[in-house]
């Protein structure tokens, strides 16, 4: 606040919101310390109509029309207003399946990676681990997207062998990797060889 003032800004209210999740029902309005006394503005997750906020995004992406930046991070706190860890599971996985259908793959991704960093405390680590290997896999997509171009009209074999790699790299078949990149058999043998695979 004092350098704030310094810089010419005036600052005449600080609030302090904390954000509880679904299985905090109750907590202390103020914290004294003696020469300080902070009271705190509430926020209780708990209190959320979970299946309401969830049906209204869901109408939104069923319709194709773009989120707001509210939309998307009440999808992503949307598993945290559940209390019990099985409930939080089912949500974090509904919401990640509602995310995968939004259309925008720059809001898809961001919400997806900010559900898995939200839940990181109570999330299943096998289906973590599944999510952040979609993850990888949607940017090779992406990569061989930019690069398909080139690819495809055989003007550049380096980039076909780059797209290749990271296809294998991220678990993609082999025969996909073959159509998608026109790399013969022995070339993709040749590049799983160099990448010890």
Do not use: H
């Amino acid at each position: 606040m004092e350098r704030l003032r310094q810089e010419g800004c005036k600052v005449s209210n600080v609030i302090i919101a904390v954000i509880y999740t679904g299985d905090i029902d109750e907590a202390p309005t103020e914290l004294d310390v003696g020469a300080l006394r902070i009271q705190i503005k509430q926020v209780f997750l708990s209190r959320f109509d979970t299946e309401g906020l969830y049906n209204d995004i869901k109408v939104k992406i069923d319709a194709g029309e773009p989120l707001t930046d509210d939309d998307i991070m009440r999808l992503i706190v949307l598993p945290l207003t559940q209390p019990d860890k099985t409930r939080k599971q089912k949500l974090i996985e509904d919401t990640i399946a509602l995310a995968k259908q939004v259309q925008d793959e720059n809001q898809q991704l961001f919400i997806v990676a900010g559900i898995l960093t939200a839940t990181n405390k109570f999330i299943d680590q096998a289906y973590s681990k599944s999510i952040k290997e979609w993850i990888k896999l949607t940017k090779v997509a992406r990569l061989f997207e930019e690069e398909k171009i080139e690819a495809v009209n055989g003007a550049d074999r380096n980039a076909r062998v780059r797209v290749a790699r990271e296809m294998l790299l991220a678990g993609e078949d082999l025969l996909k990797v073959m159509k998608y990149t026109m790399l013969t058999r022995m070339e993709i043998d040749e590049i799983l060889e160099s990448i010890g695979v």
